[in-house]
C-alpha cells in the first residue's frame, strides 16, 4: 500500500519529445498537474452570471505555457508568456497542443462541457 511519501515522491507527469522542425529542434510536452489543469480549465470559461461561454482566445498557447518543458519536467513558460507564445506559428503550436491534449486526455469536447456545466 502507497504511504503519503511515495505518492508525494512519485514521478507521475509523463513527457514526450516532439519535434517542431520549424523551430530547428525538439521540445518536451509533459502531463499537466492537478492545480494546472484546473487552471487551464477555469481560463476556458467566461462567467458571467448565468451566462457561461467558451473562451478560445488563444486557447494553444495557454495549454503550451502550461505543458511546455525542459528535460526535466520544469516549465518553460508562465502565464506572462502567452502571448507571446501566441504569436508563433500556429503549426507549431498546433503540433504541441495536439500531443499535449492527448498527454493529458482533454479532447475537444471537454472545452465545451466546461462551458455547459
Do not use: H, Y
Request: charged residues 30%; glycine residues 6%; hydrophobic residues 40%.
Amino acid at each position: 500500500m502507497l504511504d503519503k511519501k511515495a505518492i508525494l515522491n512519485s514521478d507521475d507527469l509523463p513527457r514526450e519529445e516532439v519535434e517542431v522542425e520549424a523551430w530547428g529542434g525538439s521540445v518536451w510536452v509533459r502531463t499537466l498537474t492537478g492545480t494546472e489543469r484546473d487552471e487551464f480549465e477555469a481560463s476556458c470559461v467566461n462567467n458571467k452570471g448565468k451566462n457561461r461561454s467558451v473562451n478560445m482566445v488563444n486557447i494553444r498557447a495557454r495549454l503550451c505555457v502550461l505543458t511546455l518543458c525542459n528535460e526535466k519536467g520544469e516549465r518553460l513558460f508562465d502565464a506572462r508568456d502567452i502571448e507571446a507564445l501566441g504569436k508563433k506559428s500556429a503549426l507549431c503550436l498546433d503540433l504541441i497542443f495536439s500531443v499535449a491534449q492527448k498527454l493529458n486526455g482533454l479532447g475537444n469536447e471537454d472545452v465545451e462541457d466546461l462551458a455547459k456545466n
